[in-house]
T-cell receptor, first 115, second 109 residues
Framework: EPEVTQTPSHQVTQMGQEVILRCVPISNHLYFYWYRQILGQKVEFLVSFYNNEISEKSEIFDDQFSVERPDGSNFTLKIRSTKLEDSAMYFC?????????????FGQGTRLTVV | GIQVEQSPPDLILQEGANSTLRCNFSDSVNNLQWFHQNPWGQLINLFYIPSGTKQNGRLSATTVATERYSLLYISSSQTTDSGVYFC???????????FGKGTKLSVKP
């Protein structure tokens, strides 16, 4: 069964460092998303990406965040200068094999710890 | 924006018991999904159910879109059912999901 894969599963980084989280969405999907979940809290939307550009972003997605689809399979989230409060589980998701508002599938997550 | 409320926030069951989890949402939606977050943090798709009723083994779900709620039924619960159950909806034009705060389920042997 097709799945969304994320790497790495865990990342520990020093405050102020740049991190890149990687995702391979399901191959025929057209819409890609990043979400984050701070420990013990609900899952929050960060950004959606369609047709090689950001289609929507939340207030959380400020200038320190960026997304890119560098090739035909990968989708990345970059955090330029990490802060302690960026520590969270980051989920990549994809949907839209048959259009918008179809079922979204999530990767297993990357647990980011900023120290 | 759309508000999503889940109840109860916490639920403790004995193995074998049945349960009903509820999700209320504040506006019409295009998509509604139920997820189970396992102890490792993974979000497992349970149901894609913007309306109607679906069943998968011991789990079933019903969404009454006109009344803005969805129910997740777990029958004959097992310890492996423990975790957090999230309801998520999309009412906008871009497909992003809005999650509720979840119901934390603990099934005791």
């Amino acid at each position: 069964e097709p799945e969304v894969t994320q790497t790495p599963s865990h990342q520990v980084t020093q405050m102020g460092q740049e991190v890149i989280l990687r995702c391979v969405p399901i191959s025929n999907h057209l819409y890609f998303y990043w979400y984050r979940q701070i420990l013990g809290q609900k899952v929050e939307f960060l950004v959606s990406f369609y047709n090689n550009e950001i289609s929507e972003k939340s207030e959380i997605f400020d200038d320190q965040f960026s997304v890119e689809r560098p090739d035909g399979s990968n989708f990345t989230l970059k955090i330029r200068s990490t802060k302690l409060e960026d520590s969270a589980m980051y989920f990549c998701a994809s949907s839209g094999g048959r259009g918008l508002n179809t079922e979204a599938f999530f990767g297993q997550g990357t647990r980011l710890t900023v120290v | 924006g759309i508000q999503v409320e889940q109840s109860p926030p916490d639920l403790i069951l004995q193995e074998g018991a049945n349960s009903t989890l509820r999700c209320n949402f504040s506006d019409s939606v295009n998509n509604l999904q139920w997820f189970h977050q396992n102890p490792w943090g993974q979000l497992i798709n349970l149901f894609y159910i913007p309306s109607g009723t679906k069943q998968n083994g011991r789990l079933s779900a019903t969404t009454v879109a006109t009344e803005r709620y969805s129910l997740l039924y777990i029958s004959s619960s097992q310890t492996t059912d423990s975790g957090v159950y999230f309801c998520a909806v999309n009412g906008g034009s871009q497909g992003n999901l809005i999650f509720g705060k979840g119901t934390k389920l603990s099934v005791k042997p």
